[in-house]
């Protein structure tokens, strides 16, 4: 199973990872290798096969819904690479 | 196909609408922070809807609660095993870089909900519910152009606030359907106690998916391109902006004849200054959200016993609540829709006093009038109204005895809001008192007396002359009971010798 | 004795009757660090002032009569994919240099009211991606018994420490082997909990439903003591088993007559290193003199193993790295980002933080995960392998209904050297082959020195056990280190 180039650089986009050309065509080779070994999974049979997402299957796990104290907001944002005392600052988000 | 209410219309309108309304829990849906409106910036927040390295969520179970019981209402069915996905996208004011929404298994779908107009302007629509599911919010993105910064805020108070995604099929045939409908569903979801549907605080918010569909000379169907549009920020703008977006799709048509398929969905937002909807930069990938199941959550597992117990705890509906007071009071539907979009604490009030009064017209007619108006006057609602029923119940029981008259009854009620005293202290202080038998006798043989002209047309047969007598008999007394005046005054002339 | 020569056992026991102090602990474990670490490279901070601090309060808890945490005055090193408040949490990459979260990991925070010191944060791979620790931006952690040689990893500076006694014992974490395999590289044994068993709030993710926390050590008794404080319910996991912590120290007695231990033939077939075979292959028969019974079974699907683990747990930790994004922490690019080549600025800063930010193993997995979950690609891939996983697990199921244990190697290779395996990435995921099954099924395992190679270098052994099956996991090991020596051991430079 291979990926071209131009899937690669799609899934980077989707994955918001900046690749060099030489980057971009090392992964290509890469990722062609292992998605081609793990398509050794068509082996088998697996229509009647339910999936399994947790390997222990318990479910029902509730939180009361009590307040607890929130971080101060120094302790929110002092970990922003860039911020106003307030808020977190970015590049301006388009479509405001 | 339905038919276009507007049968004068050359296309049928069809109009899908997704809803979202936030939850009136104490916490967020998956962390303990308060779930609250209007707090400085970033100072609701806590690891988990900061989405830390490390954090981890936890369902809140009163959010799950009131999810299932607006689902209910709603006639969804309720799934019996449920999970939760994440969607995965990049955007600033998503923290953790994926939204844990649901999928492929959300808890409610097939419901439906009706848009009834009381003024009759269209026949009741049912809307079919597809699906309501449970989501969390995100955080506020803010770009301050004026401040000459080139950087957007970002205000992580609203992540994690829990979310009902509401999602109608198209099944709507014009924007006051659309409005109707609204107004419906948040009047449902407030009585329910589920979200407060404030659209200004953006506890409720609305798209519509709009396109029409155009039959042409040839007997097929046109149907044009799907349009989002958002940005829409009251129930009147969504009635404008699809009134605006229907006529403009027509143009476009019959400019272009672009049809459904020929292009992916386009998004337009509302300017509601401008009255128009603006096409919105197209997105460069039409989002591959990736969706797969959640694993740090759970998926929740409710028996049929579970979901009829919700079912059958959940408090009388607004429908059911029209009906049983127009059945019960013998007042009309359009009474019965004005006092139940008032509230479920009016209409506890209005059937405490149609009780007392035992007249169901009577006391809707009052509550409409007189208590509606102080109200919407004075910007309070009813729990904060000075008057308790059994006050309002003595005034009218006093109109219905002959005390007074129902002007006067008014004015002594009004003086009981503005005063906060009994009817009995506002009666004697206004010094009204039951006019006597006597006294009255003595004023209408006076009044009898004074008008020979009105006499003479009364014998002459025009009764209704006895009406000019009561004018003249609130000046010598305006404790005086109309009604009684007229009536004495006739029979007193009416003993009078013959002319 | 040495404190650093001391078990965690015989170490609490002696803070506890005033034989040591745990200052006098500390300082030896730090002395230690800092006579040995500058070649081994365990350790990514160490908290010098901040663990003789609370050393004193140890001590002057117990001059004060004030009854003393079931670990106090223990030397901790922990994993640096840990949340600890007080020092920083970069797991290994230059994407969280610096980061120094507000909250400790519930497993730290258990620890401290245990009384424990926590002398630093240790090396590991990057985003606990690796199996050799040579994925660390910080450099790769050296093997105490061969500097020219890995430590395997993830999980190698929590391995390597205690090989090399500078902490008695450490934290690592596990989501394909990478307390495991490490610890069969490095002499020490390491176990992986059932899933679910240890708090995961505060251990920064890189496959959810596969990591779990576990304890390492130079034997399963103190591995048994560690287990004690960690596990148990977190209500603020939902991953959390609600099931209470049995006293493992306190269930090692039992010999293990009358118990069933399971060996799969093809775990001996081609590619395993025959002195790791040997050394094996005695490992059972150690099992048997402690009284154990010996029977070949078969895990059917445990060839598909590593297929399934590359397709699930990159997958997932796709999505748990897309919180890296330099918004609300962690690396964000000084680079202008007004180029054409991208949508906008922010797109731009997105892409730039993270590429430089993650090293190249991390870009390959959340591309590999991307790429599985992506539209048109998640049935054959991600569902299926959810299927195969399925699969896995009632092996697993169907294997613990004949015997009560599976035994057998860790790795088929032991200690290899630096350098040997970064240039093909997919000869190292098949380094995982013996331990991804046991985080596929949800089950525990604990891996322990069973030999030595003629060059010197540890060989592992491997016991796995049902969900919740640690009494017997511990036990059974606890049994087979009463007859061998390997585990008292020390590389040549302790």
Not at chain 2, 338 to 359: I, M, N, P, S, T
Not at chain 3, 246 to 274: C, N, Q, S, W
Request: with cysteine; aromatic share 6%; hydrophobic share 40%.
């Amino acid at each position: 199973m291979s990926l071209s180039r131009d899937d690669v650089a799609k899934v980077a986009a989707l994955a918001r990872l900046a690749l060099s050309e030489d980057e971009l065509e090392q992964m290509t080779r890469e990722l062609s290798k292992i998605v081609g070994f793990v398509s050794l999974l068509e082996e088998l049979d697996t229509s009647d096969v339910e999936p399994l997402a947790h390997p222990l299957g318990t479910t029902n796990v509730f939180r009361e819904d009590e307040p607890a104290p929130s971080l101060p907001v120094e302790l929110a944002i002092a970990t922003a690479p860039k911020q106003d005392g307030e808020c977190f600052l970015v590049p301006a988000v388009l479509g405001d | 196909m339905s038919e276009s209410t507007d049968n004068t219309a050359p296309y049928t309108t069809v109009i899908g609408l997704e809803v979202h309304v936030q939850l009136l829990t104490k916490t967020k849906l998956f962390c303990s922070c308060e779930n609250r409106f209007g707090a400085p910036p970033n100072t609701l927040t806590c690891p988990v809807c900061l989405g830390l390295p490390g954090s981890l969520p936890v369902m809140n179970r009163e959010a799950f609660r009131l999810a299932v019981r607006a689902a209910s209402a709603l006639d969804c069915t309720i799934a019996e095993f449920t999970k939760w996905d994440r969607k995965n996208y990049f955007y600033p004011d998503l923290p953790k870089g994926y939204q844990i929404s649901q999928f492929d298994l959300p808890f409610s779908e097939h419901g439906q909900l009706e848009a009834i107009d009381p003024k009759g302007g269209f026949a009741p629509r049912t809307v079919r519910i597809l699906r309501v599911h449970l989501e969390e919010d995100a955080g506020k993105s803010m770009h301050d152009e004026a401040a000459g910064t080139a950087d957007s805020r970002i205000d992580l108070n609203r992540t994690g606030t829990p979310l009902l995604e509401i999602v109608s099929q198209p099944d709507l045939r014009s924007a006051a359907e659309a409005r109707c409908w609204l107004g419906e569903l948040r009047l449902l979801l407030v009585y329910l106690g589920v979200s407060d549907c404030n659209m200004q605080e953006g506890s409720l918010r609305v798209d519509a998916n709009v396109n029409l569909h155009i039959p042409r000379a040839d007997g097929s169907l046109a149907k044009t391109p799907i349009v989002e549009i958002k940005n829409m920020n009251s129930f009147r703008s969504v009635e404008r902006a699809l009134t605006y977006e229907v006529a403009r799709q027509y143009e476009e048509w019959q400019a272009t004849g672009k049809e459904l398929g020929s292009a992916p969905k386009q998004t337009r937002g509302w300017d509601d200054a401008a009255g128009i909807t603006r096409g919105q930069r197209h997105k460069e990938e039409s989002s591959d959200y990736r969706y797969f199941p959640e694993p740090d959550l759970v998926p929740v597992r409710l028996t049929a016993d579970e979901i009829a117990t919700i079912r059958e705890g959940m408090p009388e509906t607004p429908r059911a609540l029209r009906q049983r007071l127009a059945d019960t009071w013998n007042i009309s539907a359009y009474d019965a829709d004005v006092l139940v979009g008032q509230g479920r604490e009016l209409v506890a009030y209005f059937e405490a006093l149609a009780k007392l009064v035992d007249d169901g017209k009577v006391a809707s007619n009052w509550m409409q009038q007189d208590v509606l108006r102080t109200l919407n006057d004075r910007g309070i609602t009813i729990d904060a109204f000075p008057v308790p029923a059994e006050g309002l119940a003595d005034v009218i029981g006093r109109v219905k005895k002959g005390d007074f008259d129902t002007s006067r009854g008014r004015d002594i009620f009004a003086e009981m809001i503005n005063s906060g005293r009994s009817a009995d202290e506002v009666v004697a202080e206004m010094g009204i008192a039951a006019v006597g038998e006597d006294e009255l006798m003595t004023l209408c043989r006076e009044l009898v007396a004074e008008n020979p002209k009105i006499v003479a047309d009364v014998q002459s047969g025009k009764q209704q002359a006895a009406g000019g007598l009561i004018g003249q008999a609130k000046k010598k007394n305006p404790n005086v009971n109309p009604g009684k005046v007229r009536e004495l005054c006739l029979k007193i002339i009416g003993e009078l010798p013959a002319p | 004795m040495q404190p650093t020569e001391l078990s965690a056992i015989d170490l609490v026991a002696a803070v506890a009757n005033g034989d040591l102090t745990a200052v006098e602990c500390t300082q030896a474990a730090l002395d230690r660090i800092d006579a040995t670490d500058g070649q081994t490279n365990a350790f990514l901070h160490v908290d010098r002032e901040g663990a003789l601090t609370a050393a004193a309060a140890v001590d002057a808890k117990r001059a004060a009569g004030t009854p003393l945490g079931p670990l106090a005055g223990l030397p901790v090193g922990v994993k640096d994919a840990l949340c600890t408040r007080d020092m920083p949490t970069t797991c290994a990459s230059k994407m969280l240099e610096g980061y120094r979260p507000p909250y400790d990991a519930d497993t730290v925070a258990r620890l401290r009211a245990a009384d424990a010191v926590i002398i630093g944060k240790t090396n590991m791979d990057e985003f606990a991606m690796g199996a050799s620790n040579e994925n660390s931006a910080f450099g790769p952690v050296r093997n105490p018994w061969d500097a020219t040689r890995a430590t395997g990893g993830s999980s190698g500076g929590s391995a390597a420490c205690v090989a090399a006694s500078m902490s008695t014992v450490s934290i690592g974490s596990d989501t394909g082997g990478s307390i495991r395999q490490p610890a069969g590289l490095c002499g020490v044994t390491g176990l992986k909990p059932t899933y679910g068993r240890v708090s995961r709030r505060g251990l920064v993710a890189f496959a959810s439903s596969l990591d779990q926390i576990g304890p390492m050590g130079h034997s399963a008794a103190d591995c048994g003591l560690v287990l004690e404080t960690i596990a148990g319910h977190d209500p603020l996991d939902s991953t959390s088993l609600n099931e209470p912590v049995p006293r493992y120290t306190e269930m090692l007695e039992e010999p293990l007559a009358g118990i069933k231990i399971g060996r799969v033939p093809a775990h001996f077939g081609e590619g395993i290193d025959p002195e790791v075979a040997a050394a094996v292959e005695e490992g059972f028969r150690v099992l048997e003199a402690a009284g154990a019974t010996i029977h070949d079974i078969d895990l059917p699907h445990a060839k598909y193993g590593v297929a399934t683990y590359y397709l699930l747990a990159p997958s997932e930790a796709s999505s748990n790295l897309a919180r890296y994004d330099g918004v609300h922490y962690g690396h964000r690019t000084t680079e202008p980002c007004r180029s054409d080549a991208f949508d906008s600025p922010l797109v731009e800063m997105y892409c730039r933080s993270r590429a430089e930010g993650f090293g190249p193993e991390v870009k390959r997995r959340v591309m590999l995960g991307t790429y599985a979950l992506s539209a048109g690609y998640y049935d054959a891939y991600y569902k299926r392998a959810l299927q195969v996983r399925r699969l896995i697990r009632q092996d697993y199921l169907d294997a613990f209904s004949k015997v009560d244990l599976i035994g057998g190697p860790v790795s088929a290779t032991p200690a290899f050297p630096l350098g040997e395996k970064t240039d093909d990435p997919l000869a190292m995921y098949l380094l995982d082959l013996y331990t991804v099954t046991t985080n596929l099924a949800g089950v525990s395992g604990i891996s322990f020195p069973c030999g030595f190679t003629g060059s010197g270098l540890p060989i592992g052994y491997q016991l796995q056990a049902p969900a919740l099956g640690e009494p017997l996991l511990l036990r059974a090991a606890d049994r087979f280190q009463r007859l061998t020596e390997w585990h008292r051991r020390r590389p040549p430079s302790a």
